[in-house]
């Protein structure tokens, strides 16, 4: 009978576990519903940025005149000697994840030994309680936290970091940027990107533009004239338009690393619930089998009984 009881408990602790994972599931994919809207206006919005990039360059952004322009600006500026890089780390605040953030932490970490093997001095700026707590745990400073992080990141907390990392940089505190974070492939396949997001290249323009198209150009009319009428000079309306692409890409990185996080969930607490449902099922069959084998016992029991009450 012990047995049995035993069994019938697990067998309901097994289902509210079932229940618990099916509705984080759930969960997990409305955040990732309401994510995609939000990432597909950040993209388009970063989109029309760099659509208006030749314009304030007055070239295309794959031509020399662009690079040149491009490396005369804060931004886009290069050292000559870099010695320390920034790496914005990306991960979550929340756990039950799968691999995400094992699999970031790890890019971190295998950039950062990259890094000091070159003889060159990583800077952390991590975003996401998770690797936070991963970092400090390992004794490593990190420049810039941001553990306030969440599916409902509003752009102007995002501005407000960017601006941080762009002061940092034009201060020359840092010589480069990378970024590391997730980036979804398809909806079930995330990748871990890295990238260098500072200085400015037009070769990261040509890499997040969609590259089966030939870099853009000044827009111009039929008869050649130019669409676009730049006012007063162009220098002001790069020099505006540059930190607000670097903003737009952050912010676009953080929401994608959100979106592939729900998406991750999504699968880890689907299968959960699958292997609770088939424990569930394994469970139910060693009780009923218990069970009847208790039932046999006793009817075995009461029939040597009476045979040995009649003799």
Known sequence: MAKTRQIRKRIGSVRNIHKITRTMERVAQSKGMKLTGRFASAKTYRLDLQRLLPEALGAATDSLEATQELSQQPLGMHRAQVRHVLLFCITSSRGLCDGYNAKVIQATRARMEALRTDGKEPVLAVMGKKGLAYFRYHNQPVAISIPDTDENMP?????????????????AG?????LIST???TKVVQEVRRVEVLPFTTTFFAQ????KKPAPSPAVGPDGQ??????PTREPVLAALLPLLFKVELFCAALEAMLCEQAQRTIAMRSASDNAQAMTQTLTRTYNRARQAQITNE?????????GGRT
């Open 226 to 231: 130019a669409v676009y009428l730049v006012e």
């Open 299 to 307: 009817m075995i029991e009461i029939i040597s009984g009476s045979e």
């Open 208 to 211: 997040a533009a969609d590259s």
């Open 183 to 185: 980036c979804a492939r």
């Open 174 to 178: 840092v010589d480069a940027v990378e």
């Open 155 to 171: 752009y102007q907390r995002m501005d407000e970091i960017a601006t941080q990392v762009m002061s940092l940089f034009t201060s």
